[in-house]
């Protein structure tokens, strides 16, 4: 068997509560076979009785009855020991704890509903009030379950050793005190006897002097009303709750909840006690386990110390316009939270701002933060497209922006300017002094403006040389030739490039002397503008 006993008043806890039945028939004394007339009548409150073959009479009071004013009275509040309401309903019982005579006691008891359960945990309790006009305050008081009624041979102490017992004297008049335990039970226990139990050597007794009643009873003895009697099974309950991480060098509090006594221990033997408070502070410097132990019951929390997050963002960094750093919180798996709303370990950064993070382990959280300069790139605009002309030495000569050093591609020339022969993508990287680098492209085009050339005379004699008056063109389009004599007169006409004038009319060879031509043609200007263009001259055609 295992009881652990304590006694508390009713100003500061309430008895524990169960959902079982109380195994307590008539608890709180309410029901009886009449109404009391005087001393000596617990028998009417039955199931309740003096223990077998005792000489004692313990009394039961009942506001049913008519307050005669006497040492007779059993009326409540008002009776003949004091004036005391009932913790509940209107009745309660009365008992001698103490008497002037060595050793005179008196008792109640009560058979179970049922017996107890080897192995099984019941609150046993009872509410006491020291009756306001007996002399004397007693310690002891005490609740003894038990295998069929224990016996007092006469009026003496009943020399066992009750389970639930109270330990300082019981000095309080104005309200009830519990006294309440919970007890193991071995099995078959099936009677509650309530009573002080040991001896008067034994028994701390306060002397609080006379109350001026002229009752023998009150003047003579520790007299106490006793009320609301509990024995319930109950369902151990022994849980802790509270974080399982801290800083270190911090504290945390861990709260039991339980519905028996309990104590906090650093092992799971329980061979300490580090506290019986239900919040209970702790301060680890390394990850401890914390043990909360009940009456069969333990349960158990690990508390994991974490170092302070310290963030390093590194020192104030620059960077150039365009680009990004990233700035990395560490601590992976912690919570974060950045200045720029983002919640990840890192973040890419490319303004110029003051950045800083939290970071959270769980249990504390460390703060960093950095600043950040983004420098100007150096100014490079070769613009969209360029166009040369090669048979008219037009080249294009591409310049770069002012900086420190220059690359260009194709050719990985490092010049600041070059010169364009070829038509191409080229691109240009320059570097400033502040270390930004800017790049830029532009294409280059081959395109020269429509041009053709006629010869000022031919010699078509048939001896293969200038044979034919053909014109010479580039970047033509479409294309009229005519030809006329000096009366106006069309003598050739052609449509085609390659298809000079022999010469001849109509077969015939043409006269000697000058000719007039008209050309017409569609090809670009000088500025790449495709438009039709008419030129004029004159031909001199010699034999």
């Known amino acids: ?37 005087g001393l000596s009548q617990l028998v009417i409150c039955g199931p309740w009785s003096d223990p077998a073959f005792s000489s004692s009479t313990s009394d039961y009071f009942n506001a049913c009855m008519i307050p005669i004013g006497n040492c007779n009275d059993v009326s409540v509040p008002n009776n003949f020991v004091g004036n005391a309401l009932a913790r509940t309903g209107d009745a309660y019982a009365g008992i001698i704890c103490k008497y002037s005579t060595a050793n005179l006691r008196e008792y109640l008891q009560v ?9 099984t945990n019941y609150i046993v309790e009872a509410w006491v009030r020291r009756a306001p006009n007996c002399r004397y305050g007693v310690s002891n008081i005490g609740l003894y379950v038990s295998s069929g009624a224990a ?24 309200g009830w005190t519990l006294i309440t335990s ?77 519905n028996v006594v309990f104590f906090w221990s650093s092992n799971s033997s329980g061979t300490d006690t580090l506290s019986t408070d239900t919040l209970f502070q702790v301060s680890p410097l390394i990850n401890t386990t914390y043990f909360l132990h ?23 960094d620059t960077i150039c316009a365009n680009t990004s ?33 939290r970071v959270d382990n769980g249990a504390c959280a460390g703060w960093d933060s950095t600043q950040v300069t983004v420098l100007p ?68 085009i081959e395109q020269c ?46 449509s085609d490039q390659d298809q000079g004038w022999d010469g001849k009319i109509k077969g015939n060879y043409a006269s000697v002397g000058v000719y007039i031509w008209v050309c017409e043609f569609k090809g670009p200007d000088e500025y790449g503008v495709l438009t039709d263009q008419t030129i004029r001259g004159r031909v001199n055609l010699i034999r």
């Open 182 to 258: 919970i007890y193991t039970a071995a099995g078959g226990e099936n009677f509650v006897t309530i009573g002080s139990f040991r001896s008067d050597a034994n028994t701390n007794v306060i002397d609080l002097g006379p109350s001026g009643t002229p009752c023998p009873i009150p003047m003579n003895a520790a007299y106490y009303y006793v009320d609301d009697v509990r024995v319930e099974q109950i369902q151990e309950i022994v849980e802790i709750y509270g974080d399982t991480l801290m800083c270190v060098g911090s504290n945390l509090t861990l709260e039991a909840d339980a």
């Open 111 to 119: 058979q179970l509903t049922s017996s107890m359960v080897a192995g």
């Open 377 to 444: 790139n150096p100014l490079v605009e070769l613009g969209n497209t360029s166009v040369f002309c090669p048979y008219l030495d037009l080249y294009v000569d591409l310049t770069a922006n002012t900086g420190t050093a220059w690359v260009w591609s194709p050719g990985m020339d490092t010049s600041r300017t070059i010169r364009v022969t070829k038509a191409g993508l080229y691109s240009i990287s320059i570097l400033q002094s502040n270390g930004c680098e800017s790049s830029d492209s532009v294409y280059v």
């Open 1 to 37: 068997m295992r009881s652990i006993a304590l006694i508390t008043t009713i100003f500061l806890i309430q008895s524990f509560t169960t959902s079982a039945q109380n195994l307590v028939p008539n608890p709180s004394f309410e029901t009886s076979s009449s109404c009391p007339t």
């Open 449 to 494: 403006p429509a041009s053709i050339y006629l010869p000022s005379g031919f010699t078509p004699n048939g001896d293969g040389s200038n044979d034919y008056f053909v014109p010479v063109g580039t970047q033509i389009s479409s294309y009229k030739l005519r030809i006329f004599d000096r009366w106006g007169s069309m003598v050739f006409e052609s």
């Open 151 to 174: 016996i007092q041979p006469g009026n003496v102490n009943i020399p066992v050793t009750p389970q639930v017992e109270s330990s300082a004297p019981i000095t309080n008049s104005a």
């Open 294 to 316: 009940g009456i069969q019951t333990m349960d158990s929390i690990t508390v994991y110390v974490l170092p302070i997050p310290a963030p390093d963002l590194g020192a104030d």
């Open 325 to 357: 750093i990233v700035l990395d919180a560490g601590y992976p798996g912690s919570t974060y939270f950045w200045s720029t709303g983002q919640r990840t370990q890192k973040i890419n950064v490319s303004n110029a701002g003051i950045y800083w993070v």
